[in-house]
Antibody, heavy 120, light 110 residues
Framework: QVQLQESGPGLVKPSGTLSLTCAVS?????????WGWVRQPPGKGLEWIGEIYQSGTTNYNPSLKSRVTMSVDKSNNQFSLRLTSMTAADTAIYYC?????????????WGQGTLVTVSS | SSELTQDPAVSVALGQTVRITCQGD??????ASWYQQKPGQAPVLIIYGKSNRPSGIPDRFSGSSSGNTASLTITGAQAEDEADYYCKSRDSSGDHLGVVFGGGTKLTVL
C-alpha cells in the first residue's frame, strides 16, 4: 500500500519561504511515476502546484512558477516543495500526491495534507 | 489557462441517481478524473479515464464524457456519498502542459 506523508512547518512568516517534504512508502521515487503537490485554501477548492519526475524534470502551475521549486531525494525516497515570497493567499492545506502520468493521467494516492498558515 | 466548470451544489434523494457535470475545453482532448473529498479528509480518486474505478470504489460510481463535458454519475446514492466532488484534467492551453481542477460540487444526500 502506497503511503505519502507531508512534513514541514505549520506557520510561515509573510515574505518567507515554505519548505515541505513528502515521504513515500510502498513505492520508489525511482519508479515510473511522477510526484506532485496540490493545495487547498481553507473552505476553497483544489489548486495544482506542480509535479516532478525522478530525473528532476518538472511541470509547474504557470501562476506559481516563478516562486516554486520541486526536488527529489532518492536516498530518502522523498520529494520536496519550496515556495518563496509567501503571502496570506498561500495559506492552505498542502497535499502531496502520486501522479500516474499516462494518457489517463490521474492522482491515485494522496497524503493526509498539512495546513500551512502564513502569518506574522 | 483553461477552466473546468462545475455546479457548486447538487442534491439527491437517498437511493436515487445523480449526475455531476464538469465542462471545459480541455475535456475535448484529455480525460477527466474525479475525486471525492469528505470534510477534514484528503481527496480520494474515484474515477479515471473513461470510467475506471480504483479498487475499493463502489460500482455505483461511473463516469462518462461527451465533447467538452465530463460527468460523474452515482446510481443509488448513499448517505456516505455526501461530499465534495472535484473533476480534474490536463490543460494544454498555455505554453506548457498543466493541470486544471474544477471548482467542486457539494453533493447533499436528502
Amino acid at each position: 500500500q502506497v503511503q505519502l506523508q507531508e512534513s514541514g512547518p505549520g506557520l510561515v512568516k509573510p515574505s518567507g519561504t515554505l519548505s515541505l517534504t513528502c515521504a513515500v512508502s510502498g513505492d520508489s521515487i525511482n519508479s515510473d511515476n511522477w510526484w506532485g503537490w496540490v493545495r487547498q485554501p481553507p473552505g476553497k477548492g483544489l489548486e495544482w502546484i506542480g509535479e516532478i519526475y525522478q530525473s528532476g524534470t518538472t511541470n509547474y502551475n504557470p501562476s506559481l512558477k516563478s516562486r516554486v521549486t520541486m526536488s527529489v531525494d532518492k536516498s530518502n525516497n522523498q520529494f520536496s516543495l519550496r515556495l518563496t515570497s509567501m503571502t496570506a493567499a498561500d495559506t492552505a492545506i498542502y497535499y502531496c500526491v502520486r501522479v500516474i502520468f499516462t494518457a489517463l493521467y490521474y492522482f491515485d494516492y494522496w497524503g493526509q495534507g498539512t495546513l500551512v498558515t502564513v502569518s506574522s | 489557462s483553461s477552466e473546468l466548470t462545475q455546479d457548486p451544489a447538487v442534491s439527491v434523494a437517498l437511493g436515487q441517481t445523480v449526475r455531476i457535470t464538469c465542462q471545459g475545453d480541455s475535456l475535448r482532448n484529455y480525460y477527466a478524473s474525479w475525486y471525492q473529498q469528505k470534510p477534514g479528509q484528503a481527496p480520494v480518486l474515484i474515477i479515471y479515464g473513461k470510467s475506471n474505478r480504483p479498487s475499493g470504489i463502489p460500482d455505483r460510481f461511473s463516469g462518462s464524457s461527451s465533447g467538452n463535458t465530463a460527468s460523474l454519475t452515482i446510481t443509488g446514492a448513499q448517505a456516505e456519498d455526501e461530499a465534495d466532488y472535484y473533476c480534474k484534467s490536463r490543460d494544454s492551453s498555455g505554453d506548457h502542459l498543466g493541470v486544471v481542477f474544477g471548482g467542486g460540487t457539494k453533493l447533499t444526500v436528502l
